[in-house]
């Protein structure tokens, strides 16, 4: 789990690098059948900052703890940009797309954790 931790709080940095908004993670290892264990989820305010938050997290990762996500889904249109780190995965969406969505709430029993956002 410690692990697991340490890839969040990188995550984390990565979306704060590049003023990623509205951070939430969705703590999934109670939840029978979900596909990972933790849901980081974040807004970016266009397409552009979307795909920079996305480049942020692959590179802090990648740089701190040495791993790749195994798949990298919508940076083509970047409006919703799903990156699967096995474990964990992240979801940077611009703030329509996130209302509409609205995942981290599909698991209304997972425990969450808000991140405040920098100033």
């Known amino acids: 789990m410690e692990e697991i931790k340490r890839l969040v709080d990188t995550i984390v940095k990565g979306i704060q690098e590049k003023k990623g908004m509205d951070i939430v993670v969705v703590d999934l290892t109670k939840i029978d059948g979900a596909i990972c264990r933790k849901f980081v989820v974040c807004t970016g305010q266009s397409p552009t900052q979307v795909q920079a938050i996305a480049d942020s997290v692959s590179d802090t990762v990648r740089m701190e703890l040495g791993e790749k996500p195994v798949k990298v889904v919508g940076e083509d249109n970047a409006v919703w940009v799903a990156m699967d780190y096995t474990d964990v995965m992240v979801h940077v969406f611009v ?18 954790t808000v991140i405040p956002n920098e100033e």
Request: proline fraction near 11%; aromatic fraction near 16%.
């Open 95 to 112: 703030p329509d797309t996130r209302e509409y969505y609205d995942i981290e709430h599909l698991w209304e029993d997972a425990p969450k």
